[in-house]
């Protein structure tokens, strides 16, 4: 216990203390701030390595940073004031900022640097009007950060789905440059962006809207990595309506990836590996002479890819990419399911391996190139359960063996170069692409024969419309060539209105077709000066390959290496044992000798406004006639009264480019802008709409598919089998308290087509495909689909954190062009959720998804054969609602 005079004692000694700092705490100390520069390219992707100097005008103090993987270089404890700002980076031009006013609190700066040398004008700055009307700037575009993509599919092929649904009809997938392959892992994933280019003369198909993915180049920082376990079983699952009981389903997937520095600021390399060993349930919906059945069976399949992926800067203007894909999928019991019997069961194999190799960078003082080379080895092998011969009551039930036996083996390679500069006021870019293949096929489809009943009745009575077998050599190898070189060139008119000129030549060397040149045009205009509007408008013409696998099909079904036997009228189960039976000499397959490349001409006009800088509305209207389509026709078949043209030979399959369609197709988006975001209200949530009205009409559905009278073939010109006419997505994603994030999509559509047939062949073509009187092809109508998916995860940081932003966030966009520049351009990147940015040593995320959330039945497989039992129903639906749960740890 203190005395009395031991408090008088140590209150005497506190006082002078006291006094004593009351003057030190009435002077302020200097006010300091953090600031946070971001350094894009042209196109708005990170630039790394990129030297940040920042000079303070009043302290006279410097500070240097290099730019990270994400393109960012943190500056804390700056003192408020003016800053000089200098960006340099290998193969693009210097940017200086003179004078940079730092505010109190955390400050944001976004720069963007032009190309070294390849654009000759010289600007200060953009105006919006300049921004908004350049072809590879921000305008009709969107960009995705790493927090919606958190909140996405973590199944690539799910992913891959729900990209496509966000983009709206006609989007094209990118994975830095290349297409094809399977997408990376979310974790590998450094930006999506959505970007609208559909004249670009370097596009060989209709990319109206591209997506473009890059992933992250592990170059910069320590080396960093995940690993995702993914589970669901039928514990949560709600019952199939056409399952006689809840199925057994599971899956389980793994997937682990690391992404860091070998060579630190120089060389980085990425690798992941994603497994799944999983089973699926499928209904079975038939009717039997015995009466009706309705099954399940478990289809099962193992996936295991692999990529490995290294970016290394060769010099300071060069960098050297290249990757390496490997993917293995195995299922089996498929070809079950709907009207398919258990023994109709096959399994397939296949195999795929991928080398990439990128080159990009600046050549001499005034060009940019990029090269890109793939080489592609596949493999697919399928085998049927059962070796009984096919037989098949339309939509009724179908059993014996499936009929497949394959063995398919190919390389292929791709060489791509494109060439940048500039001429004045023309941005020019050339390039050429070249293809070539090797594909072999050993093909014993249908090898066993296949009886076709037209009804249950024609079953009971033993009674078959047809039989067909395909006889000969089944093994095919051929070789295939394909080059192609573009030249456009985007001109500024006015600041507010730019023009791209463009045209592509393609030529391939199975077809003496060589003149196809397709050239495009497009613009962009801002009509008023805020900017706030863009219309774009264009055209073109863009042809289609004759594919391998047409080209394989047709080569099995000559007459010389293969040949189909084909009988009418029967006997059963002995197909020559019929007194009714025909025995057609042997059918042929061919190719027209008036054969031309087909092509789609092409046109749209779109509309974007911005909202009050907040929203983004985008329309646009597109037109599509299809021209030279590839459909078959059998020259041979029987004329009513008179018999086939030629007596002595059967079916006479000929594919010809006689085909047509056309389609219109009007889209709306809405969404949040990624322009003059709000600084003082960084968002929690992220939001998107699309809604889309389309109808396409066409002559025919697939290559191979035979018409219902083969001299009537306006008669085909119908609904396609992929018209729906209405389309809606919608996309929520929301950061809730405590760690907690949802994400939501929202998918309707209305009902799609379906054929209607009669279920006999009344021409005698020995097809049964005819059309009852008055009914036109697809002229069927299915049910609409309605699915909610939902995505909730929650995150924590474990281990020591690095607070890079704390507090509030003022978010700043200064656009500003190097001395050898013509002006950067485009949107900021948005704040990080609830304005602070972590950097922990271990992340743990927990998720729960849900697909098909409010367990919509989606009726699916309607019967168009009006013998059926089933005529007008459905015999399938989309998978009841499911559940799935995972864990991923990032380190």
């Known amino acids: 216990m203190i005395s009395p005079i031991q408090s008088l004692t ?44 920042i000079k303070e005008i009043g302290a006279g103090e410097v500070h240097t940073v290099l730019t990270g993987s994400g393109g960012a270089a943190l500056f804390s404890r700056l003192q408020v004031g003016n800053l000089q700002i200098r960006v340099e980076a290998a193969g693009f031009a210097s940017l200086i900022l003179e004078h940079f006013a730092l505010r109190a609190g955390n400050d944001r700066l976004e720069l963007r640097l032009d190309v070294a040398g390849v654009s000759e004008n010289v600007a200060v700055e953009q105006s919006t009007q300049e921004k908004q009307t350049d072809p590879r700037g921000l305008s009709f575009s969107r960009i995705l950060t790493a927090n919606q993509i958190a909140q996405l599919p973590d199944d690539p092929d799910e992913l891959e789905a729900v990209l496509k649904q966000m983009a709206g009809p006609g989007a094209v997938i990118r994975v830095n440059g290349f297409r094809g392959g399977k997408l990376p892992p979310k974790s590998l ?48 699952n709600a019952r199939n309506p056409f399952a006689p009981k809840r199925t057994a389903e599971q899956q389980r997937r793994f997937q682990l990836t690391f992404n860091g520095p070998l060579w630190p600021k120089h060389t980085g390399l ?16 038939t009717a039997q002479p015995e009466g009706p059945f309705a099954s399940t069976t478990r289809t099962p399949w193992r996936t295991l ?43 397939t194999i296949e195999m795929e391996n991928i080398l990439r190799v990128g080159d990009s960078g600046v050549v001499g003082k005034h060009f940019f190139n990029e090269f890109r080379g793939q080489v592609g080895w596949r493999q697919n092998q ?21 009929g497949v036996g394959n063995t398919a083996r190919s390389i292929t390679l791709e060489l791509t170069d494109n060439l940048d500069f500039s001429l004045g006021k023309h941005s020019m870019r050339a390039g050429v692409q070249f293809e ?34 395909h006889e000969g050599n089944t093994s095919v190898s051929i070789r295939q060539n394909q080059f192609s070189w573009y030249v456009e060139d985007d001109l500024r008119v006015h600041k507010n209105l730019s023009v791209s000129l463009g045209v592509r030549h393609e030529i391939q060397n199975n077809l003496s077709d060589h003149h196809n040149f397709a ?13 706030e509007t863009t219309v774009r408008a264009g055209g073109g013409l863009y042809y289609q390959w004759f594919g391998a696998e047409v080209r394989q099909q047709i080569l099995r079904g000559d007459g010389q290496l293969g040949r189909e036997i084909i009988i009418s009228n029967p006997g059963y189960p002995n197909p020559f044992a019929g007194g009714a039976a025909i025995v057609l000499p042997p059918s042929r397959m061919q190719k027209d000798s008036k054969l031309r490349i087909p092509y789609f001409a092409q046109g749209s006009f779109g509309l974007e406004h911005q909202l009050k800088k907040r929203f983004q509305l985008i329309a646009d209207y597109r037109f599509q006639r299809g021209v030279h389509l590839l459909r078959a026709r059998d020259i041979n078949a029987p004329l009513a009264g008179l018999g086939r043209p030629q007596p002595m030979a059967g079916n006479i399959v000929q594919i010809e480019s006689t085909a047509n369609s056309a389609s219109h197709e009007l889209n709306v988006g809405f969404g949040p802008s990624f322009f003059g975001r709000d600084p003082q209200h960084p968002r929690r949530a992220f939001w998107l709409l699309n809604y889309t009205l389309s109808k396409t009409v066409n002559d025919t559905d697939d290559v191979f598919t035979l018409p219902a009278d083969n001299y009537n073939l306006r008669a085909e010109r119908g609904p396609a089998a992929t018209d729906v006419r209405h389309r809606f997505f919608g996309m929520l994603e929301l950061k809730l308290p405590h760690g907690l994030r949802l994400g939501t999509f929202v998918n309707l559509a209305s009902a799609a087509t379906y054929n209607i047939t009669t279920g006999f062949d009344d021409n005698g073509d020995t097809v049964s495909n005819d059309r009852p009187a008055g009914f036109g092809r697809n002229s069927g109508r299915g049910a609409g689909q309605r699915n909610v998916n939902t995505r909730l995860s929650w995150s924590v940081g474990i281990g020591k954190a690095a607070p890079v932003n704390p507090g509030r ?14 002006g950067g351009g485009g949107g900021e990147i948005e704040p990080a959720p609830g304005g602070v940015e972590t950097d922990k040593r271990f992340r743990v995320t927990v998720f729960l998804q849900a697909y098909n959330l409010f367990n919509q039945v989606n009726r699916m497989n309607f019967s168009g054969v009006q013998a059926s039992p089933f005529f007008g129903q459905a015999t399938g639906t989309l998978p009841a609602r499911r559940f799935s749960t995972g864990l991923q740890l990032s380190f």
């Open 10 to 53: 140590l209150l005497c000694l506190i006082l002078p203390i006291c006094s004593n700092s009351g003057p030190a705490q009435t002077k302020r100390a200097p006010d300091v701030s953090s600031l946070r520069v971001l350094v894009l390219d042209q196109n708005g992707a990170a630039i790394i390595r990129a030297r940040v100097t």
């Open 382 to 402: 399928s085998h049927s359960a059962s070796s009984a011969p096919t037989i098949t009551v339309l939509d009724a039930f179908t059993r014996g063996g499936a």
């Open 436 to 469: 070539t293949g090797r594909y072999n096929q050993r093909d014993q489809q249908n090898t066993n024969g296949t009886f076709v009943f037209s009804s249950l009745e024609a079953f009971r009575q033993g009674r078959p419309t047809t039989y067909t077998r």
């Open 305 to 347: 890819d692999m990529v490995a992926r290294t970016e290394h800067a060769l010099t300071k203007t060069h960098t050297l990419s290249a990757e390496y894909q490997r993917s293995f999928k195995q299922k089996d019991d498929l070809g079950v399911g709907g009207f398919d019997l258990p023994e109709r069961a096959y399994s």
């Open 189 to 236: 994933i450094r930006q999506i962006r959505f970007q609208l280019t559909p004249y670009s003369a370097e596009n060989h198909d209709f990319e109206f809207v591209g997506i473009d993915i890059t992933t992250q180049p592990g170059t910069q920082g320590a080396w960093r990595g995940s690993l995702l376990f993914n589970f669901r079983d039928e514990s949560l």
């Open 809 to 822: 966030i003022i978010t700043r966009q200064i656009s500003v062009s190097g001395p050898d520049g013509g």
């Open 270 to 285: 990425s690798l992941s590996l994603d497994g799944d060993s999983s089973y699926d349930s499928r209904t079975i919906v």
């Open 519 to 531: 050239p495009r045009v497009g613009l962009i205009w801002s009509p008023f000066r805020n900017g």
